[in-house]
């Protein structure tokens, strides 16, 4: 909904929880609270540290058709304008028009770009499953304009079987999700996201970084201490754009209502972050030193401005705009280490796409989610000079 929304207990204190607004409920309990909070870090761990891992495998295979999408300096100004816009526009939108059609069409939407992220998510644990003899074969799904010298390719598809394997289980799920709007549905996707999230898009230098998280800080503080717009939109908004964790779940099982929230862009926006764990990740591999110190302070760092978000956030029982503390945290910590270690120059100097990323094209548009059925990336990246799938693409906000 426009990058980093809060992370609120709200349920517990004014009876609503994400979605529509339901009868005040009893406060929950220390142990549920604890059990939800917990979840929600895990759940935010995930997808940080494998979306890292594989974003890394991209960058190390030189392989241009696998290259995530670059975001330069330009794109990270220009970031927080276009989410605040999003962000009031759909405040809008919800404030105007019935907020059951909007919803119905937000559903729609996320249910396509779900089922392609989480068969993308899958589809490298589910290749171990398959036999050795299992019957792979190859699909095309073709569709051009004109004919002779002027033909034109508008869509071109290409899958296998397991392909179809995958995106059928991840259909199973959409369709759960699409009619129950369980929180466990709703979680699947969300992880799926964050990890997309983490591995596809990647910044070009530390300079990047710093300007996207520094704008996104001031996003996330002046729409939910400002305004009352990021907790509504969060709150009204029935879309996988956020996790969500029960603090009644001892009480009422996968029945429970009284939910904690944590938004996707409070997991994507800092392992964006140069100094953080898309881009720590490949730094030492610049320096020709095989250590992986500041991924890990970075994770360090990230657990520790989110417990502190956690903390704050009950204390003063109010929503907590979560990069108000994320962003100093995961800038500061790895900061410190490289002024430690002496590598503050080469860490500000380090360009990654010259060295690690050569042919990485530059984000110029939101991605489309044309492509291969169980890979999302593929849908993101394929560009005009790849002869073998050639596509035309059309700009498509997600």
């Not at 201490?225 to 009480?251: C, H, R, W, Y």
């Amino acid at each position: 909904a426009g990058g980093a929304a809060a992370m609120e207990e709200a349920a517990a204190h004014n009876g609503t929880g994400p979605g529509a607004p339901a009868p005040a409920r009893p406060p929950a309990t220390p142990e549920g609270m604890a059990l939800a909070y917990g979840s929600l870090v895990l759940m935010a761990l995930l997808p940080i540290f494998f979306g890292a891992l594989r974003s890394v495998s991209c960058a190390k295979s030189k392989n241009s058709s696998d290259m995530p999408e670059t975001i330069t300096s330009r794109d990270a100004a220009r970031f927080p304008i276009v989410a605040s816009c999003t962000l009031l526009g759909l405040y809008l939108f919800f404030k105007i028009f019935s907020q059951e059609y909007i919803n119905l069409l937000l559903s729609m939407y996320f249910f396509v770009l779900g089922i392609l992220a989480l068969s993308h998510t899958i589809s490298p644990m589910m290749n171990r499953f398959f036999p050795a003899n299992f019957p792979n074969k190859q699909y095309q799904l073709l569709f051009t304009q004109g004919s002779g010298d002027s033909k034109e390719e508008i869509v071109n598809y290409e899958f296998d079987t397991k392909d179809l394997v995958c995106l059928a289980l991840s259909s199973v799920v959409g369709v759960w999700y699409l009619l129950r709007k369980h929180w466990i549905a709703n979680n699947l996707f969300g992880l799926a996201f964050s990890l997309n999230g983490v591995e596809l898009l990647h910044l070009n230098n530390v300079s990047t970084g710093c300007i996207l998280l520094g704008g996104l800080f001031i996003y996330d503080v002046f729409w939910v201490f400002g305004t009352n717009v990021m907790v509504t939109v969060a709150k009204s908004f029935e879309a996988p754009i956020k996790l969500v964790f029960p603090q009644d779940l001892l009480e009422k099982g996968l029945d429970a209502d009284n939910f904690a929230m944590l938004g996707l862009g409070d997991i994507v926006i800092p392992a964006l972050g140069p100094l953080s764990f898309d881009h720590c990740p490949r730094f030492p591999y610049s320096l020709k030193k095989n250590t992986h110190t500041y991924f890990y302070t970075s994770f360090v760092a990230y657990i520790f401005g989110l417990g502190l978000t956690i903390f704050i956030m009950h204390i003063f029982k109010h929503a907590q705009p979560a990069l108000l503390y994320l962003v100093p945290a995961c800038i500061g910590f790895p900061l410190l280490v490289a002024l430690a270690k002496g590598e503050v120059t080469e860490m500000f100097s380090y360009e990654s796409s010259a060295e690690i990323l050569p042919h990485t094209p530059r984000l110029t548009h939101f991605p489309t989610v044309s492509g291969s059925p169980a890979s999302l990336a593929d849908s993101m990246q394929q560009k005009l000079s790849c002869p073998r799938r050639r596509r035309q693409q059309s700009p498509s906000a997600m």
